[in-house]
């Protein structure tokens, strides 16, 4: 919702209104700060005739001073970098011929800087990360596992960080020969990591001052299965994941069974239902009032992979269920609710495109589309090529939305451009407005910081700075922070 609001500063017959663009601060857990500008002092130079405007900017965020002289259309006069306090002053020299200009500040939609980068090891020869938390305090939790999956040394792989990216404490836990983990909530006692441990369904509770186990609560549901997702429910937790894994040992996709159960607050199973009917593989659910959206993405060996999402209510009754993608492979993976209870799914398309591009797609509250954007070769390469492998995604207060994804190059084809080679993967970050039009794409890579290898986009939280924290998979559990957008 946009809010604007009007200051008349005199100086003789000289008037100067001055108009504030911003949005209303929505209070949803799951939204970050809003770019709300506040104006806290204008002040008249009399010795210049300039006008001083004091502002609460957010560091390195981009703002753009634009005039008009009737309200009919404003152009930009200039660029203003956010300082690296809360507030900061520009000064706006006298208007020529006009006794009357208006004014607004407004943030710039450009690509954000990369502001720093850490990453984490597991104990096991390479560490994938699947999901990222920002946490009560600031600091941020990531979760996915250490070592390769499908053999005995695997394990779930948990690192807490403050909000530098400095390490708090990882744990790592896990038997047999296949172990993972997935996603994780924070709750007032610890934080629920959900995923697997020996080919079966698992929830973990840890301690949040060091990540140490409260308690452990694993089931077979059927065959090789997993947990993908966790919220809350009335009577404990909800979550949703996949059985019969008919893939058991792919990270991603195992084309299997969609499944939903009930845990109650001490983990204990209680109920579950399959949701094979809907969707293979559920990966996503969000709690919106009493009711829950779910994602994912449906398979069978004779039919076309297809986005898929249901909404259901605190039993687990069906009040919708739709299927989205077009003739060819569509992956969803993932999902959030804006405020106005629209619906994003993100993910990957073969549907339209040369080759794999980033696909999303907004909802209404019933499930009807929209709109849908496809993206992807932000880096100009061949694009039959080129695979744009989305993982995440995160709703921003202004209707629209930002995907996390990788960008690169899975073929013999090697190409250099601008001294960036097709397959060194980078993550490859967009951000698309409420209207499904991208606002600004940004790829970042280990050179920029000096290091070496591939990087992906594996997930994407946004932070109350109004920047975000990005999952990178570099090997490691990469941490990737972004400024204000």
Known sequence: MNRSTQLLVSRGNLNIFFVICAYFWLPQSFFADCNHIDISNLRWLHDTSELEITFQSKPEKIYELQGSSDLSGFNAIFDVTGATGTEQTIVLGPS??????????????????????????????????????????????????????????????????????????????????????????????????CGMLNRNSAILKLDKSDGTLIFSRTRNNGGTDAYEHIALHPNGFIVVGYTNAEDPNNTFFTEGRGYLGFHDSAGNWTSGKSLNEHLSLAYRIKAVDDNYYISGTTYSPTDTLTYAALKI??????????????????????????SDGAVFLTGHTL???????????????????????????????????????????????????????????????????????????????????????????????????????????????????????????????????????
């Open 313 to 338: 209510d605190s039993s687990g009754s069906v009040i919708w269920s739709n299927q989205y993608g077009g003739s060819n492979q569509n992956h969803c993976f993932g999902m959030d609710v804006g």
């Open 96 to 193: 020529e011929n006009l006794q009357t200009r208006f004014f607004k500040i407004a943030g710039k939609n450009t690509a954000p800087t990369a502001r720093w980068f850490q990453e984490q090891n597991g104990s096991r020869e390479e560490s994938h990360g699947h999901f990222i938390l920002v946490c009560e305090d600031g600091g941020f939790l990531q979760i996915g596992e250490t070592g390769i999956v499908g053999r005995a040394t695997a394990k779930i792989l948990v690192v807490k960080t403050n909000s530098e990216g400095d390490l708090e404490w990882k744990q790592e836990f896990g038997s047999g020969n296949r172990n993972m983990g997935n996603s994780a909530i924070e709750v007032a006692d610890g934080y629920l990591v």
């Open 351 to 485: 549907s339209g495109t040369e080759n794999w591009d980033t696909y999303t797609i907004k909802l209404d509250e019933n499930g009807s589309v929209l709109w849908e954007t496809k993206r992807g070769n932000p880096r100009g390469f061949n694009p039959r090529w080129i695979h744009d492998e989305t993982w995440g995604i995160q709703a921003t207060c202004d209707g629209g939305c930002i995907i996390a994804a990788g960008t690169g190059d899975e073929y013999s084809y090697s190409v250099t451009l601008d001294g960036v080679t097709s397959d060194e993967w980078e993550a490859y970050i967009v951000k698309i407005d409420a209207s499904g039009n991208v606002q600004w794409e940004a790829s970042y890579s280990s050179g920029d910081f000096g290091l070496e290898g591939d990087w992906a986009a594996e997930d994407i939280a946004l932070t109350s700075d109004g920047g975000a924290i990005i999952a990178i998979d570099n090997g490691q559990f990469g941490f990737l922070k972004i400024a204000p957008f």
